[in-house]
């Protein structure tokens, strides 16, 4: 697929719980080769669209269209298979496996052979800057190596779209900067990438736009700059102290 080219299609996306509409009419396209960041307060509906667009929900309204397959209500692993992979904001490795074997069972979803398995994870555990860690248990990691072993168990799949769900939320200084760097620099070896976060000084640096979920609803989109100029964006979630910072 040629840069640019349209990778993902929402179209009026609508995912429901009951009475509450968690999801409402959501439209966008990304492009291939887009770093796009979505933000938003607390239960503005940004995790549900990862599950919606990923396969975890059949959303009641719209469509899903990825690299030109309508996927709408299609289960995660054919979706995975088409090469669309999200991590889980709560992370969740198998604690007594290793780094490495945790990377391999990302590996397996596509390679028939565990020894090929086992070569791609350790390369893809390298990537992600886990290497001393390859042979440590996953609940041993500290959060910030855990987040990272997230980002490698889905790279291992053989994304061409990655979802990252708040990998930055509750690193350090230090864990933020090697993650913001491993991003970019997936994204700069030519993975798409939409990225749900919190902290929006990150976001700013990596997102060259950003669509703005509030109660399920799309409420802006555009660069960073112009998001944070915003002024429904700037009432619904970022006010007016962010504005002053920026000044
Ligand atoms: N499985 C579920 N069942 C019922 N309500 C849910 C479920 N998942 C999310 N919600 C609700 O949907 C809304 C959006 O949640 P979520 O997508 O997790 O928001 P965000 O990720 O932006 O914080 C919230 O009101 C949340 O309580
Ligand atoms: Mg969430």
Request: hydrophobic share 45%; proline share 4%; net charge positive.
């Amino acid at each position: 697929m040629s840069e640019g080219a349209t990778i993902l299609a929402l179209e009026r996306v609508t995912k429901r719980f009951g009475g509450l509409t968690a999801v409402a009419d959501v439209s966008f396209t990304v492009p291939a080769g887009e770093l796009l960041g979505i933000i938003g307060p607390n239960g503005a509906g940004k995790t549900t669209l990862f599950n919606v667009i990923s396969g975890y929900y059949r959303p009641e309204g719209g469509r899903v269209v990825f690299h030109g397959h309508d996927v709408t209500g299609q289960p995660p692993h054919a979706i995975c298979r088409l090469g669309l992979t999200r991590t889980f904001q709560l992370v969740k490795p198998f604690g007594n496996l290793s780094v490495t074997d945790n990377v391999m069972i990302g590996a397996l979803t596509r390679l028939a052979s565990v020894r090929a398995a086992r070569v791609e994870a350790q390369r893809v555990v390298e990537t992600c800057g886990l290497g001393a860690h390859a042979d440590t248990r996953a609940r041993a990691l500290p959060i910030g190596l855990r987040k990272r072993l997230e980002v490698a168990r889905a790279l291992a799949t053989g994304p061409r779209l990655l979802l990252l769900d708040e990998v930055m939320s509750g690193l350090n200084p230090t864990e933020l900067a090697a993650m913001v760097e491993l991003i970019r620099r997936l994204h700069a070896e030519g993975l798409t990438v939409i990225v749900i976060e919190h902290i929006m000084a990150a976001m700013m640096r990596l997102a060259r736009r950003i669509v703005v979920l509030h109660h399920g609803e799309t409420i802006a989109e555009g660069p960073p700059a112009a998001i944070g100029q915003d002024r429904r964006v700037v009432d619904a979630y970022l006010g007016e102290e962010f504005v002053l910072a920026q000044a």
